[in-house]
């Protein structure tokens, strides 16, 4: 059965703190690791897409990297609008749909 | 581009009655629509999955007669919520995938907040 785990669930930041979140997949036949932005009571909103270890993505002061097991969502300089939930999800096996991890809820504080 | 819209973003109903939600794709033709559930702090989890002109594939455990996926044309599929009772409250979003955007990522709408009373 396809699994993601997310770690931190919670992390609260100070504006200008760089940090890593983290996802960890298992997935046979992995299609796509996917990493959207949820805000609260709101649908998710797409970032990333990687598709084999060792690729990268950068938008603004967010970087995605993905290994074999694992991937990071990199903040660099957050500011208080980059706070939200952070989710990471995986394409393969034998579905079409997204498995989803439970999420990392970001706080930003100025 | 890539607008996936959904309506309604919250509805109230008694026990028993029915509620239909949309999921329309506004700029693109959505060959693949999915419809998840997400209750508080959970993921999301996969009820279905419609392709344009065939009938849903839903997961294990999604009562197939009680959560009703028409995907009629490429811009729009309804989910239909039947007989509905409190276990059913809950946020439901839909996503698109499909043609003259990127084929591989899935677009989702705000979310629709079903309570049961």
């Known amino acids: 059965e396809d699994q993601v785990t997310q770690s931190p669930e919670a992390l609260r930041l100070q504006e200008g703190e760089s940090s890593s979140l983290n996802c960890s997949y298992t997935?046979?036949?992995?299609?796509?690791l996917f990493w959207y932005r949820q805000d609260p009571g709101k649908g998710p909103e797409f970032l990333f897409t990687l598709y084999s270890a060792g690729e990268e993505k950068e938008k603004e002061r967010l970087k995605a990297t993905l290994t074999k097991k694992e991937s990071f969502l990199h903040i660099t300089a957050p500011k208080p609008e980059d706070s939200a939930t952070y989710l990471c999800?995986?394409?393969?096996?034998?579905?079409?749909?997204?498995?989803f991890g439970k999420g990392t809820h970001l706080i930003i504080q100025p | 581009g890539a607008v996936v819209s959904q309506h309604p973003s919250w509805v109230i109903c008694k026990s028993g009655t029915s509620v239909k939600i949309e999921c329309r794709s506004l700029d693109f033709q959505a060959t693949t629509m999915f419809w998840y559930r997400q209750f508080p702090k959970q993921s999301l989890m996969l009820m279905a999955t419609s392709n344009e002109g065939s009938k849903a594939t839903y997961e294990q455990g999604v009562e197939k007669d009680k959560f009703l996926i028409n995907h009629a044309s490429l811009t729009l599929s309804t989910l239909t919520v039947t007989s509905a009772h409190p276990e059913d409250s809950s946020f439901y979003i839909c996503?698109?995938?499909?043609?003259?955007?990127?084929?591989?990522?899935?677009?989702f709408g705000a979310g629709t907040r079903l309570s049961v009373l």
């Open positions: 997935v046979s036949g992995l299609r796509g």
């Open positions: 999800a995986s394409s393969g096996g034998g579905a079409d749909g997204l498995t």
């Open positions: 996503s698109a995938r499909g043609q003259g955007v990127s084929k591989n990522i899935q677009y």
